[in-house]
T-cell receptor, first 113, second 113 residues
Framework: QQKVQQSPESLSVPEGGMASLNCTSS?????YFWWYRQHSGEGPKALM?????GDKKEGRFTAHLNKASLHVSLHIRDSQPSDSALYFC?????????????FGKGTSLTVIP | DMKVTQMPRYLIKRMGENVLLECGQD?????MYWYRQDPGLGLQLIYI???????SEGDIPKGYRVSRKKREHFSLILDSAKTNQTSVYFC????????????FGPGTRLTVL
């Protein structure tokens, strides 16, 4: 069973619009969450991390974490064509000493000029 | 410069041939990973290495083996490649312990005919 689930699978937004991506996990041991972004032909790259409940803002990107509901979201305001990419949510556990990452299947974002 | 490198970037092999994919990192990260990425399936963990000669199976290890003789280098070996191993393979690394992001390489696109 997939421990990290993402929705939607794909999303199209107009340039300048808001994109909202969602992620839920099924394991209460997960304490650390990341959003990774992968442009076509490249490897994934960490976009943002969020470890505490609430919002974390970095430029046009805002991540929100609710540990009680195991829900993470990513909101991209003023979306640009360069934001078109595959976005992965990833989670890892607390206190194991070693770090295993659990990835969702990804959301494909297309920003339409 | 923090970097994960992968060689080769593209590889075409015939079924039954042996395949060697190589990965290097210059960050002295203890933990290294091999994933494969197929459309719609996200990133699937093949093997994880916690340090030199300390390797552990991931979610889909069958048909693969790994070697890590130096901290900065991690190899993925396919003995007698199969057509269903056609995929894009990514190597990643991270610091030991929790709360550290993964750094990914650019990927190797493997085609098994």
């Amino acid at each position: 069973q997939q421990k990290v689930q993402q929705s939607p699978e794909s999303l199209s937004v107009p340039e300048g619009g808001m994109a909202s991506l969602n992620c839920t996990s099924s394991d209460r041991n997960f304490q650390y969450f990341w959003w990774y972004r992968q442009h076509s032909g490249e490897g994934p790259k960490a976009l943002m991390s969020i470890f505490s409940d609430g919002d974390k803002k970095e430029g046009r990107f805002t991540a929100h974490l609710n540990k009680a509901s195991l829900h993470v979201s990513l909101h991209i305001r003023d979306s640009q064509p360069s934001d078109s990419a595959l976005y992965f949510c990833a989670a890892s556990e607390h206190g194991t000493g070693y770090q295993n990452f659990y990835f969702g299947k990804g959301t494909s974002l297309t920003v339409i000029p | 410069d923090m970097k994960v490198t992968q060689m080769p970037r593209y590889l075409i092999k015939r079924m039954g041939e042996n395949v060697l994919l190589e990965c290097g990192q210059d960050m002295s990260h203890e933990t290294m990973y091999w994933y494969r990425q197929d459309p719609g399936l996200g990133l699937q963990l093949i093997y994880i290495s916690y340090d030199v000669d300390s390797n552990s199976e991931g979610d889909i290890p069958k048909g693969y083996r790994v070697s890590r003789k130096k901290r900065e280098h991690f190899s993925l070996i396919l003995d007698s490649a199969k057509t269903n191993q056609t995929s894009v393979y990514f190597c990643a690394s991270s610091l030991r312990g929790t709360g550290h992001e993964q750094y990914f390489g650019p990927g190797t696109r493997l085609t098994v005919l």
